[in-house]
């Protein structure tokens, strides 16, 4: 059900469902155990980071 609902809101969004995903599995690590939630809310479908890497174009993703 969260993957579910974080697909639908990314799409609501606008975004790009494959390139969230992969930008949310990307960033999810380096916040370690326990992030804050100012650090989460970086993440969310609707802000400006999201936007800048999963709205078209391609998004590189790094592997650890």
């Given at each position: 059900?969260?993957?579910y609902s974080i697909v639908q809101t990314a799409s609501l969004c606008?975004?790009?469902?494959?390139?969230?995903l992969c930008f949310?599995?990307?960033?999810?690590p380096v916040l370690g155990k326990g992030p804050l939630q100012k650090d989460?809310?970086?993440l969310a479908p609707w802000?400006?980071?999201a936007h800048k890497g999963c709205v078209g174009?391609?998004?590189t993703v790094t592997v650890l």
């Open positions: 059900a969260t993957v606008g975004l790009d469902v494959f390139k969230y949310l599995l990307e960033r999810l989460l809310d970086t802000g400006a980071l174009g391609y998004l």
